[in-house]
């Protein structure tokens, strides 16, 4: 069974950082790749970042590109996104998800709030 467990949410302050960690079992992490999304009461889920297996390749929303950094741990099944310089648009629940399996997997997610 797949399991996803998102961490290291909270409240910071605009020009903050976070380090969010998603801990996933029950597929074979080292295969796939990984997806970081968020979303906002009222809106669709946002793409924020994409790494592939071997990390050799990532992307990034437009919106977070240069502020946040996706990366991965093949050894500990960890997925993570460094973000950097928040802003108050960044607040959001933040999902991780692994992409091409047969079925859409999500995990309970972890809230993130850039406030003063």
């Known amino acids: 069974q797949v399991q996803l467990v998102e961490s290291g949410g909270g409240l910071v302050q605009p020009g903050g950082s976070l380090r969010l960690s998603c801990a996933a079992s029950?597929?074979?992490?080292?295969?796939?790749?990984m997806r970081w999304y968020r979303q906002t009461p009222g809106k669709q889920r946002e793409l924020v970042a994409s790494?592939?297996?071997?990390?050799?390749?990532?992307n990034y929303a437009d919106s977070v590109k240069g502020r946040f950094t996706i990366s991965r741990d093949n050894a500990k099944n960890t997925v993570f996104l460094q973000m950097n310089s928040l802003k108050p648009e960044d607040t959001a629940v933040y999902y991780c998800?692994?992409?091409?399996?047969?079925?859409?997997?999500w995990g309970q997610g972890t809230q993130v709030t850039v406030s003063s």
């Open positions: 998800r692994p992409f091409g399996l047969s079925t859409i997997y």
């Open positions: 790494i592939t297996s071997t990390s050799d390749s990532t």
């Open positions: 029950g597929f074979t992490f080292s295969s796939t790749t």
